[in-house]
């Protein structure tokens, strides 16, 4: 028979274990993708054009090298979470920092983001956002309507002690409804997910695809109809064939208390 003493011991080591393996690790007093002397911007470009991007007629490159360092990015529009435009050695990055971030809290003056997504259509997806905010997202400005071709990223992850995940977000649409296919470092593998009304859902897996923490990886899609392929550094990892042919907004996605670097954001539209 167990005393007291004992089960009490059991539930103290029960709750250090979720502690130490589930909480959301503390954010560091100072990040360490900004250097000590620049502080947070928050509010700085919210209102801010976006950021140039390079063009050659259905190829458009986000690099972020024209962004300000501790301010939110003007290329990509935060919608759920915490994103910053920081450095990692001397090139500037995207980088979302899911430690401070608590699950259900929207990206700072979501209303005005939202609308300079939808326009006037901004109030469903406003709706679908403030009650659906469970994943860290952002939307890539100046590509409405991505249906058919390639989207690719650089990520790098950082940390996170329940996730180090990353994805490309494509679909999105103005309920709030999209697909995402994300990378997680600490679970080495691929997954395929559509988000509909806030619930995600797992459409393709793809287990043992190494993504080690602390090294640059490339991710990439291929959207042809409904035939959808993505590849990790080079090597081609999962295939489905999706419900329905993609449309709609494109952007990048993470997971909890995530910290990853993304770079290189690059979409090729099909002629």
């Known amino acids: 028979m167990i005393g007291l003493g004992g089960i009490a011991a059991s539930a103290a080591a029960a709750t250090f274990a979720w502690q130490m393996w589930f909480a959301t690790a503390p954010a560091p007093a100072q990040l360490e993708y900004l250097p000590p002397n620049v ?38 529009v935060p919608v759920v979470g915490n994103w910053i435009v920081g450095i990692d050695g001397d090139n500037r990055v995207l980088v979302v920092d899911g430690r401070k971030w608590q699950e259900g809290q929207p990206a700072a003056g979501i209303a005005d983001r939202a609308r300079s997504i939808y326009g006037e259509r ?26 058919e071709g390639e989207i690719s990223l650089r990520f790098k992850a950082i940390d996170g002690r329940v996730d180090q995940g990353l994805g490309i977000l494509f679909d999105l649409q103005p309920n709030g409804n999209y697909l995402t296919v994300r990378a997680n470092a600490l679970e080495n593998n691929l997954v395929l997910w559509k988000v509909e009304k806030g619930e995600r859902t797992s459409v393709k ?6 993504t080690a923490t602390g090294q640059w990886h490339d ?24 419900a329905h042919p993609a449309s709609g907004r494109i952007g990048v996605w993470s997971k909890a208390d995530s910290v990853v670097y993304v770079d290189d954001f690059t979409v090729q539209r099909a002629p």
């Open 205 to 210: 897996w793809v287990r043992n695809v190494p």
């Open 39 to 76: 502080p947070l911007r928050v509010a700085e470009a919210q209102t801010a054009p976006p950021s140039p991007v390079t063009v050659d007629g259905n190829h458009v490159r986000f690099d972020f090298s024209s962004e300000t360092v501790g301010a939110p990015p003007r290329s990509f």
């Open 122 to 147: 901004y109030a469903e997806f406003l709706d679908s956002v403030t009650a659906f905010a469970y994943y860290p997202y952002a939307v890539a400005t100046g590509i409405d309507d991505f249906r």
């Open 219 to 242: 991710l990439r899609v291929v959207i042809k109809g409904t035939k959808f392929d993505c590849y990790l550094d080079g090597k081609l990892y999962l295939t489905d064939t999706l």
